[in-house]
T-cell receptor, first 114, second 114 residues
């Protein structure tokens, strides 16, 4: 079955440590996205990538970094510079040009930093 | 910039009641509009979409009509079930910019009681 995989589902880290969240898709989608969700709020865009080896900052990119070396993979690193990293992180992908840019979401990773 | 405004929740209804969740938007050009649903601890699932004015999206008994004159995309369902309890997000993608990421509303929690 095609879809988006995020791992792990729960992640715990100590303050000051970098942590990398995994996102893999087998939908053959060109575009991939990372969103952050805080309790009671909508999703905010961190980074997005329209094509391999290219990515752009979203609305809240500070303290995060990404890479897009393969079409199917878009890992997100939460660095120690991110002031409030505890949140639910969602990865998404879309085919890009058709379907009104419909996006498909992974199950999410809940990151807790103490 | 683009924005989406949803009615605040929680919305609490009895089973078989009529549901309306209001959504209005601000965007340049001709956005595509979406409703996503999120069940507890999960990622988002596309519920329905509309890509141009006067289009009606529908799925699983839910409907929403793209009203350009009122910049609205209200979600409706004639008879809700307990299984519809979730958080509902209205979202858009701008039609005339290179950025194809979603802009989300803050979400509306629906609680359906038996």
């Amino acid at each position: 079955d095609g879809g988006i995989t995020q791992s792990p589902k729960y992640l715990f880290r100590k303050e000051g440590q970098n942590v990398t969240l995994s996102c893999e898709q087998n939908l053959n989608h060109d575009a991939m996205y990372w969103y952050r969700q805080d309790p009671g709020q909508g999703l905010r865009l961190i980074y997005y990538s329209q094509i391999v080896n290219d990515f752009q900052k979203g609305d809240i990119a500070e303290g995060y970094s990404v890479s897009r070396e393969k079409k199917e993979s878009f890992p997100l690193t939460v660095t120690s510079a991110q002031k409030n990293p505890t949140a639910f992180y969602l990865c998404a992908s879309s085919i890009g040009e058709t379907g009104g840019y419909e996006q498909y979401f992974g199950p999410g990773t809940r990151l807790t930093v103490t | 910039g683009d924005s989406v405004t949803q009615m605040e929740g929680p919305v609490t209804l009895s089973e078989e009641a009529f549901l309306t969740i209001n959504c209005t938007y601000t965007a340049t050009g001709y956005p595509s509009l979406f409703w996503y649903v999120q069940y507890p601890g999960e990622g988002l699932q596309l519920l329905l979409k509309a890509t141009k004015a006067d289009d009606k999206g529908s799925n699983k008994g839910f409907e929403a009509t793209y009203r350009k004159e009122t910049t609205s995309f209200h979600l409706e369902k004639g008879s809700v079930q307990v299984s519809d309890s979730a958080v509902y997000f209205c979202a858009l993608t701008a039609g005339d910019t290179g950025r194809r990421a979603l802009t989300f509303g803050s979400g509306t929690r629906l609680q359906v009681q038996p």
